[in-house]
Protein backbone atom coordinates (compact mmCIF):
# COMPACT_ATOMS: atom_id res chain seq x y z
CA UNK A 1 0.00 0.00 0.00
CA UNK A 2 1.39 3.21 -0.91
CA UNK A 3 1.83 6.16 1.41
CA UNK A 4 -0.56 9.64 0.94
CA UNK A 5 1.06 12.85 0.64
CA UNK A 6 1.57 15.99 -1.27
CA UNK A 7 4.48 16.12 -4.12
CA UNK A 8 6.30 18.94 -5.71
CA UNK A 9 8.11 18.94 -9.16
CA UNK A 10 9.87 21.30 -10.64
CA UNK A 11 11.61 20.53 -14.37
CA UNK A 12 12.58 22.06 -17.94
CA UNK A 13 10.37 21.29 -21.05
CA UNK A 14 11.19 21.29 -24.36
CA UNK A 15 8.36 21.81 -26.79
CA UNK A 16 8.42 21.33 -30.74
CA UNK A 17 5.58 22.82 -33.13
CA UNK A 18 3.00 20.99 -34.63
CA UNK A 19 0.74 23.26 -36.20
CA UNK A 20 0.53 27.62 -35.61
CA UNK A 21 -2.73 29.15 -36.34
CA UNK A 22 -4.75 31.82 -35.92
CA UNK A 23 -8.24 30.97 -36.66
CA UNK A 24 -7.56 29.92 -40.75
CA UNK A 25 -4.87 31.87 -41.04
CA UNK A 26 -1.58 29.36 -41.41
CA UNK A 27 1.29 31.17 -39.15
CA UNK A 28 4.00 27.93 -38.82
CA UNK A 29 6.41 29.82 -41.22
CA UNK A 30 6.90 33.14 -38.90
CA UNK A 31 7.32 31.07 -35.45
CA UNK A 32 10.18 29.04 -34.25
CA UNK A 33 10.32 25.07 -34.21
CA UNK A 34 11.43 24.56 -30.76
CA UNK A 35 10.19 26.04 -27.27
CA UNK A 36 11.91 25.09 -24.00
CA UNK A 37 10.89 26.58 -20.63
CA UNK A 38 10.30 25.40 -17.05
CA UNK A 39 7.11 23.42 -15.59
CA UNK A 40 6.15 23.83 -11.62
CA UNK A 41 3.82 22.10 -9.97
CA UNK A 42 1.64 20.48 -6.60
CA UNK A 43 0.61 17.15 -6.35
CA UNK A 44 -0.92 14.53 -3.84
CA UNK A 45 -1.43 10.90 -3.88
CA UNK A 46 -3.74 9.11 -2.00
CA UNK A 47 -3.46 5.52 -0.44
CA UNK A 48 -4.78 3.74 -3.37
CA UNK A 49 -2.55 5.50 -5.72
CA UNK A 50 -4.84 7.88 -7.27
CA UNK A 51 -3.79 11.03 -7.16
CA UNK A 52 -4.07 14.99 -8.43
CA UNK A 53 -2.04 17.20 -9.90
CA UNK A 54 -2.23 21.46 -11.02
CA UNK A 55 1.44 22.55 -13.37
CA UNK A 56 1.91 25.54 -14.75
CA UNK A 57 4.20 25.51 -17.97
CA UNK A 58 6.37 29.26 -18.22
CA UNK A 59 7.79 29.50 -21.46
CA UNK A 60 11.17 31.14 -21.23
CA UNK A 61 11.74 30.80 -25.62
CA UNK A 62 10.65 33.54 -27.77
CA UNK A 63 8.52 32.10 -30.51
CA UNK A 64 8.42 34.19 -33.02
CA UNK A 65 10.71 33.84 -36.00
CA UNK A 66 11.28 37.25 -37.26
CA UNK A 67 14.94 38.87 -36.40
CA UNK A 68 13.58 42.41 -37.52
CA UNK A 69 10.60 42.65 -35.68
CA UNK A 70 10.66 43.60 -31.28
CA UNK A 71 7.90 41.43 -30.59
CA UNK A 72 7.79 38.48 -28.64
CA UNK A 73 5.59 35.78 -27.89
CA UNK A 74 6.19 33.19 -24.97
CA UNK A 75 4.11 30.12 -24.19
CA UNK A 76 2.06 29.94 -20.90
CA UNK A 77 0.19 26.56 -19.82
CA UNK A 78 -1.99 25.60 -16.75
CA UNK A 79 -2.53 21.79 -16.55
CA UNK A 80 -4.34 19.49 -14.01
CA UNK A 81 -4.45 15.93 -14.26
CA UNK A 82 -5.42 12.94 -12.81
CA UNK A 83 -3.02 9.93 -12.26
CA UNK A 84 -2.89 6.43 -11.00
CA UNK A 85 -0.10 4.61 -9.53
CA UNK A 86 0.29 0.74 -9.11
Known amino acids: M ?22 DLDIKDGSKSMDFGVNIGLGYELESGL ?25 AVIGVGLTYAF
Open 2 to 23: MESGFNIFVGPYIGLLMSAKIG
Open 51 to 75: GFQARYGLGLANTIDDPDSDLSAKN
